[in-house]
């Protein structure tokens, strides 16, 4: 080996071993952001408001509550997202982080006006990760939201994480939507995306205060609220709770979640599915778009008040067939809720329509939400399975002598 390729060599390791650290960032010199709104003030600018955990409180081992709050709120206001979050600065002691950001509000009259910039900033910024999760404050601002304090998790971006994807896999209604998923369905031909809502229930200024986190109930809460409806990237209204159930069925979304049936007499059950699989499939036939879906539902049977013998198997059989038409008749409303009230394809079906015939979608995708997804023959079937009846049979309700 020449002298020159020894000193290649050399340099090479030294360059290596002292560039490792180049770009580091100690943790205590930072202000770790959370939770992040974006709303509209009334000179049509964007206000930006980041929420800071505070270690020192985070951390502390006494009992009862914190010395302190966990978390503070900066806000900024500017005439870009860019300008803005460049403009808290001026306001946290140190250069606030994002990556950790867990997740993004965005105030129901910004999100009326179109998201589309908004999300502009957050998916170009390197510092961003895209698996944080977006919703919308019902009724509200994002600010208001980022300032109510929780009393389980002391980070409330934490609750609202924590919360939203709890309440996805065992009741349904909700939607965690990332970045990644949201850009997807703003993208993507033939389907117009949803973001769930949150409000505040109770009196916000109180929500606000340590006293809030201090007695058994709170004086004001955060609450996961129905779906928020887009057509493109501006939202049009809200899917109540049944529709928001309704529309994640279609979707297959479901993991698990309960459903309050008619009994086939008088009187209702609680059937609770542990287990559903929705298959769509599109076809189009004579220039005519159709669209069927199939649900296969499993679950068990989770409160009966109603006087049935559960020892039988007609029982069951007719408890099965009541759970399908509750379904069907579900899932239809939801469909046609969305087609009278909205007018836009949030299931997805131009998407399934163009995967099925290309050719046909490209006559089709024009004036597909004002017209061809409002005429859309769509065929609803269900076959639900009731595996276990719970620790007893019949209820007890029947046995109870006077």
Same mark, same amino acid.
């Given at each position: ?37 974006? @709303?509209?003030?009334? +000179? &049509? =600018?964007?206000?930006?408001? %980041?929420? !800071?955990? /505070?270690? *020192?409180?985070? $951390? ?124 997807? @369905?703003?993208?993507? +031909? &033939? =389907?117009?995306?949803?973001? %769930?809502? !949150?409000? /505040?229930? *109770?009196?916000? $200024? ?141 299931? *997805? ?54």
């Amino acid at each position: 080996m020449t002298r020159k390729s020894i000193t290649l060599v050399i340099i090479s390791i030294l360059v290596l071993f002292s560039s490792g650290c180049w770009n580091r960032r100690e943790l205590n010199e930072l202000a770790i952001s959370v939770g992040e709104g974006i @709303d509209r003030d009334n +000179e &049509g =600018k964007y206000q930006i408001s %980041t929420q !800071i955990v /505070i270690p *020192g409180e985070i $951390a502390s081992k006494t009992s009862g509550a914190a010395s302190g709050l966990p978390v503070r709120i900066f806000t900024a206001t500017e005439d870009t997202v860019f300008e803005a979050m460049r403009e808290l600065t001026t306001k946290s002691p140190r250069p606030i982080y994002h990556s950790h950001l867990r997740v993004l509000v965005i105030g129901e009259s910004l999100a009326k006006e179109g998201i589309g910039e908004v999300l502009d900033m957050f998916s170009r910024d390197h510092e961003y990760r895209s698996d944080f999760y977006i919703v919308i404050a019902k009724d509200t601002s994002a600010e208001n939201i980022l300032s109510i304090l929780t009393s389980i998790e002391k980070i409330p971006a934490n609750n609202m994480v924590s919360s939203l994807e709890t309440s996805e896999k065992t009741w349904a209604p909700t939607a965690a939507i990332t970045l990644d998923k949201l850009i997807q @369905d703003l993208v993507t +031909e &033939g =389907k117009n995306p949803v973001l %769930t809502g !949150i409000e /505040i229930i *109770g009196d916000p $200024a109180a929500g606000q205060t340590q006293k809030n986190l201090e007695i058994i109930k709170p004086t004001a809460y955060l609450k996961y609220s129905g779906l928020a409806v887009f057509k493109s990237d501006k939202m049009l209204g809200w899917l109540d709770q049944d529709e928001s159930k309704g529309y994640n069925f279609i979707m297959n979304n479901v993991k698990n979640t309960v459903t309050d049936v008619n009994c086939p007499k008088e009187g209702k059950f609680n059937f609770e599915i542990v287990k559903s699989k929705t298959e769509v499939t599109a076809k189009v036939e004579n220039s005519t778009p159709k669209i069927e879906i199939h649900i296969k539902s499993e679950g068990n049977v989770g409160e009966v008040q109603c006087d049935i013998d559960l020892t039988k198997q007609k029982t069951i059989e007719e408890l099965e067939k009541s759970v399908e038409e509750d379904l069907i008749n579900l899932v239809e409303k939801t469909i046609n809720n969305v087609k009278e009230d909205f007018s836009t394809d949030v299931f *997805g079906f131009g998407d399934a329509i163009h995967r099925a015939n290309a050719e046909a979608w490209e006559k089709l995708k024009s004036d597909w939400n004002d017209k061809h997804f409002t005429d859309l023959e769509i065929n609803v079937k269900a076959d639900i399975k009731i595996r276990r009846l719970g620790k007893i049979g019949n209820s007890i309700t029947s046995e109870i002598k006077e």
